[in-house]
């Protein structure tokens, strides 16, 4: 009988993992070249499932590494809406942030014809995500008519298509839905995803399909090599709900569905934690991690306060900062029409620079002093230089920066301060010095 349960673990394994336990496979050579890590480092951490890789084998993409020890990842979320259904313009929006620096995409369309959109998003070269109980709801047309057999086909039309990690929200359960009630949220839940498997549980009484057939979805994720992202459907909406219930009974379902991810080497991200105050911020995230036996840990924010409309981007850039801090590996762009509408292509190029520099700014931590040297000094040795042209290669929006200081004409220093620059100043005073005393 053991050695039953270890062929089945066996044949319940990504190809990747199976060969990094093996040995090392070349394109996690070519992986570690890009991280900075050795490639028995990188490969070691995806063995033991703290890196994951999503890599459909049927989608012609770049191959990005995430989680331990690797550069932290942005992801950008587009798609369409009822409201706003325009297949040029989501395309569009792809393009715009793959350009401002995003690593993936994810297609959470809910409108038009989704698989089209999501084969023209898949031919743009990223790894990209999808949320297939979206498009599960569509075609039933609502919530509560969804059931196993049909959600189960759209995932898997998802990974033949080439789709290269899944959001599902499989810790949404009767026990999450109980802890809802008995604890109730101002805001209840904000996760769609989320809101729509409590909205079959609360009208059928059935479990969670994919917290049930648990089993039968990583047979499905193994088949295709495809990364499970197991969704935050309970995450807090506001500042007020951090510390309810929901939340943590979810965080304890998804740990035991990463340790089955774990056993039967599938790879998987972990999503979390929302809206939280900026104090919780590095509890949560390593208690998440702890609890996912440090998964790869993908974050939307967190967002840590609740008053910043138009400016969401910005808060949950400052969350980022702080969870980079204590371990988060994945950051999802907040636009700057969070909470308020579509995002239109302009606030995708402003969401994802902004995430990208909170990146950065996590590698930097992670990193440390003497990475962080060999990427800031360039920049700040052209600044002291009043060298523009070279401040401009060295920034990472570069253009952006040339846009702004060209203005107001071609000058030697900012046109802020002048001939009365400081730095100007300065120089002048000891190059003056330097040469009284010759």
């Known amino acids: ?43 070691h951490a995806i063995a033991m499932g703290k890196v994951s890789v999503p890599a459909n084998p049927r989608h012609c993409r770049s191959a990005v590494a995430i989680g331990e020890g690797c550069l932290v990842k942005v992801n950008v979320n587009i798609g369409t809406s009822a409201q706003r259904c325009d297949h040029v313009l989501e395309v569009e929006k792809a393009k715009a942030a793959i350009s401002c620096g995003a690593d993936t995409l994810m297609d959470l369309s809910t409108a038009g014809d989704i698989p089209s959109l999501r084969r023209q998003i898949l031919s ?14 569509r075609r039933s047309g609502n919530a509560v008519d969804v059931d196993a057999d049909l959600l189960f086909q759209v995932i898997r039309e998802h990974c033949k298509d080439g789709v290269d990690f899944l959001t599902l929200h499989c ?86 569905l990463s340790r089955q991810c774990l056993d039967h080497g599938i790879q998987r991200f972990i999503e979390g934690p929302g809206h939280i105050p900026l104090p919780q911020v590095g509890y949560n995230i390593r208690m998440i991690k702890e609890l996912t036996d440090q998964a790869p840990l993908y974050l939307l924010g967190p967002v840590v306060t609740d008053i910043a409309a138009g400016y969401d981007h910005v808060v949950a850039a400052m969350g980022s900062v702080v969870a980079c801090c204590h371990g988060a590996d994945f950051l999802c762009m907040v636009s700057p029409s969070e909470h308020l509408a579509l995002p239109r292509v302009d606030d995708i190029v402003e969401g994802t620079r902004v995430t990208r520099i909170a990146a950065h700014i996590g590698d930097c931590v992670k990193r440390g002093e003497a990475w962080q040297r060999t990427r800031e000094l360039p920049l700040v040795e052209a600044r002291r230089d ?32 002048g001939d009365l620059c400081a730095i100007k100043l300065v120089k002048e005073i000891f190059e003056k ?3 009284q005393r010759e």
């Open 1 to 43: 009988m053991q050695n039953n349960n270890l062929s089945h673990q066996m044949s319940l394994m990504h190809a990747l993992i199976r060969e990094c336990r093996a040995g090392i496979p070349k394109e996690v050579e070519a992986m570690a070249r890009k991280e900075g890590l050795s490639s028995n480092t990188l490969a």
């Open 124 to 137: 743009l070269g990223v790894p990209m995500g999808t949320v297939p109980i979206y498009e599960a709801v």
């Open 171 to 256: 810790g949404v359960n009767l026990e999450a839905l109980e802890a809802l009630r008995s604890d109730p949220r101002l805001m209840g839940v904000v996760s769609r995803g989320g809101a729509f498997h409590l909205a079959r549980m609360v009208q059928n009484g059935e479990e969670n399909p994919l917290f049930s057939e648990f089993q039968y979805l990583l047979e499905i994720l193994d088949e295709y090599e495809v990364v499970i992202s197991l969704g935050d459907g309970m995450r807090p909406g506001c500042i007020h709900d951090a510390g309810r219930l929901a939340k943590s009974i979810e965080y304890l379902a998804i740990g035991r």
């Open 386 to 417: 009043l060298d523009w042209e070279s401040q401009f290669r060295e920034a990472m929006f570069g253009e952006h920066a040339r846009s702004i200081h060209g203005r107001d004409g071609a000058v030697e220093t900012c046109s802020m301060c």
């Open 433 to 435: 010095n330097h040469k």
